[in-house]
């Protein structure tokens, strides 16, 4: 097919819309290792983990067998009324940069909750629900994901309980008022609604808290109330799963047009959006049927993938979660208070961790600066307001298309651009004012994080 | 075509897209009545326009009788980047009402600018830059239409400079950051860059600003430098011209599942959402072809249509613009200040104006709470945070739907939904603290506006 005919948008109809998940651990010879119970460093098994999460996504997260899972019909009647997401051709970017390369984003900012962050969302909420379950807790930093998860709930009728970091909280008032509007209940963490949260008051009054101790509420408040559970919406398996609604239907489009990506560009935070993005193209890797080049990118303030240590660790600052093995900066790591945006956590997904150790992709660090200098070149010729989580990918796409300008190779890029900035704008103020710091962990400062990762025989650090 | 095979969203392909702009003047037995000049009470001619606007866009304003437009191809490769904007059928909402209604929205809030005020911004920019112009300059408000026009001039490399209202600049610091984001220079109103903003800062030192001197201050920025011209993003026959590729894209989204819908809902401002939604349906009216229930919704707290005078009056506070004959509350009228996002225009497009007063549409004001109400009952189900703005014409969608379910009746409803409402969660905020009046002006309170409605022979209010 000729290039002209590529339109600027790729639309998937909805009878060509993904009807299953893609599960790439099946395709995994390495697996990714299991969970550990911290206290007896045994696999967590279901009946552990059943307490805290909802039945059918324990099955999820410990499925490393079926390669497909279907999508309940639900769920796909929820993808619809924001799904498919567009395909788009970035010719106008192309042509700004003079670049031979062929760029390509999947945009997944264009419904309310603003990120990818809704396609598992609305599966967890879909699960609790299918359980009888009255509610789910969770926590959120930034608020993308709590966001989210209050549209999912709101639309299966169910109480949504988001432990928001009290800075957020009260920095970000927008993002808030966003969550009541779709009926959630917002509660500042700590607080003083759970015994953690008020231990915490306790010891430290004025505290504007942290991502840590709002899992710590969240967890504390779903095991502790008859008919909840409680949810997350990165690094698990599960979550990776849902969101492989990303990949498939991007290479569905691909596909509609006969284009075969050479680069694949994904920002990795907690690793939801790069994994979902990069699986179905790993796997095809890993069965021996295409070859790409996938690149993680990760801010240079928080690089565990290039910076990390392949170990045992916890998920949580609190400790109340299982361990996983994981590229972790150690839990206790916190990045400058000046990053903007998420990609804030201190480790990455299990799946990631284990295909980026296997040499299946490349990760690179990007600092603050650079980052949105690419997201305002992106902004102005191509309309969109990049989230800055997303614009790490954007900066990546850019230099390899800058790359083919010097080489004159037509390569073909494609990123995730994972959402939209609305709510990040003042982390925009900053750059334009020229008061953004591109603060890099010393190695010392790193050496600090790694000496809380849990130490027993077989993850030893040092 | 059965009804199962309506997808959630209809998507037109690109090729389906309009090329021509609708004309609905050319239809019109009635014409609007001509800008007048307000010395000489004379109708305005080309050569007194072209020194405030763009020379290709005074003939479009004068243009009043050539149906179709073409729209040219640069304009056409702009709008390819986030149009077509799907259709969307409301199936979660019309199963929340239990409504035997069909509810279709044409959605306008999927691009960064937030609202559908992009389609004209885009138009104006390239027409300006084809004169070979520097820059344009504009006022803005709430801040929909800067921010159009920011990505408008930055796509097409124009200096853009928008006078904001003082205290929407303070108050709406993320609005001015998305303006700078994409390069536009956002100036407080009043300002010392101009005679009459120094003026008025010296009479009120303290003001807060007021649409009608960041429209002064607009007019003479553009007329006062060399290669400028001031652009307006509604009220003006050429922004009702490009705002038709929503009903364009409506009816041929529409036609492609023989659907014929029975009432056309829309919310009114000065009227550019309105008047691009219902041109191409009044057409059809007009020439006798089909008829539409066309429904024109406005806030009570500025009710233009429903309590307003048809007579000429000034476009603006400050006095500096021509007359025009239209349905007004007098360019002196304020809203109350409580009154939450746009939709603050003392007068109507005179397009708009003419239809109305021909009896060729019907209009409705609705009060603030109950736009909320069905604001946040429409995004729980459909997913998309409205505008304020947009919402105007949701509450009255759910209002006949809910009729249907009175009678039986199985109506096909369309509404435009004209933007998103990220930037306007203090409203939100406001209503959900059960903090949002709903004043309605009084009597009295019209009167004073109707006051400074100018008195010539013909043009008698009292």
Redesign the interface.
Known sequence: MSEKKI???I?L??SEMPKQWYNVRADMKNKPEPLLNPGTLKPMSFEELQGVFCDELVRQELNDTDAYIDIPEEIRNFY???RPAPL?RAY?LEKKLGTPAKIYYKFEG???S?SHKLNSAIAQAYYAKEQGLKGVTTETGAGQWGTALS?AC??FDLDCRVYMVKVSYEQK??RR??M????AKVTPSPSDTTNVGRKILEEFPGTGGSLGCAISEAVEAATGMEGYRYVLGSVLSQVLLHQSIIGEETKAAFKKYDIKPDIIIGCAGGGSNLGGLISPFVGEKLRGEADYRIIAVEPASCPSLTRGKYVYDFCDTGKVCPLAKMYTLGSGFMPAPNHAGGLRYHGMSSVVSRLYHDGLLEAVAVEQTSVFEAA?QF???????PAPESSHAIKVAIDEALKCKETGEEKTIVFGLTG?G??D??A??KF?NGEMSDYVPSDEDLAKGFAGIPSFPGNEVF
């Open positions: 339109p600027y948008k639309y109809e909805e619809k009324m924001y788009v106008c264009n419904n309310t603003g549209m709101s639309y008032p927008f008022e966003v009541r509007t779709y009926g305002e902004a102005r010729v191509e309309g969109i307001l939209t609305y709510f704008m003042v925009y103020e334009h």
